[in-house]
């Protein structure tokens, strides 16, 4: 598979599954923690970014702070959708169950992998994601989806009107999409965490 990656098989199989996706400067095992807080026995699949900026891993090159790599952001969404396609049956995951956990640069590639490939994650908490690709999905093709978005409203890097905007794509394409605004900058606080986990919880456990 494309991606050095952490997999952690769950002890609670109505727990989702998750695919992990770190910041900026972090690896496959930096929000392990973070998943077993919010969705304690989840099956983790934890890809390690494959792009070194200055010794700082990421999903994809950007040009400056804010300026992205338009043609790498693409081709690097259509790796990780293939890496979730295979890991997900190497595996034995339910992908129609598989929720993106996604922090900063890690939120940034879910949201394109949504945009460009509707349907390969059932749902994403997006933390702290911002509007990277002006990519909008047909209609209807999110209409499975579910998405989380925490933002802070101080946060130094996302542009103000970003969080909306990308919300307003995802709900286009139908998803059911929960916005929240934390009283935060880029950091997470423990609303970001309560939040991921109360909405975690209202995903419910699967029908058998
Ligand atoms: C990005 O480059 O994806 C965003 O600016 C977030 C970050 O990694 O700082």
């Known amino acids: 598979m494309t991606y050095q990656h952490h997999f952690e098989k769950g002890t609670d199989p109505s727990a989702p599954p998750l695919l992990l996706l770190h910041g900026t400067g972090g690896n496959e095992l930096d929000l392990v923690q973070l998943a077993q807080a919010i969705s304690p026995g989840s099956t983790i699949i ?53 929720i993106a956990l996604g922090l900063s640069n890690g939120a940034n590639i879910a949201s394109t992998v949504l945009q460009l490939f509707p349907g390969v994650v059932a749902g994403a908490v997006l933390l702290r994601a911002m509007l990277v690709l002006n990519s909008h999905p047909p209609k209807g093709s999110l209409a499975a989806t579910k998405i989380l978005m925490s933002n802070g409203r101080a946060d130094p890097i996302i542009p103000a009107d970003h969080p909306p905007r990308l919300a307003a794509i995802f709900k286009e394409a139908g998803a059911a ?32």
Do not use: C, M
Request: negative net charge.
């Open 46 to 98: 934890s890809p390690r970014g494959d792009v070194n900026e200055n010794g700082n891993l990421r999903f994809f090159r950007r040009l400056s702070e804010g300026v992205f790599d338009l043609e790498d952001v693409k081709t690097r969404s259509t790796a990780l959708a293939e890496f979730i396609r295979e890991a997900t049956s190497q595996y034995g995951v339910d992908q129609k169950r598989l």
């Open 177 to 208: 999409v929960t916005l929240r605004e934390q009283e935060a900058g880029h950091n997470l606080v423990a609303g970001d965490i309560q939040a991921a986990r109360e909405w975690l919880a209202s995903l419910g456990a699967p029908r058998s």
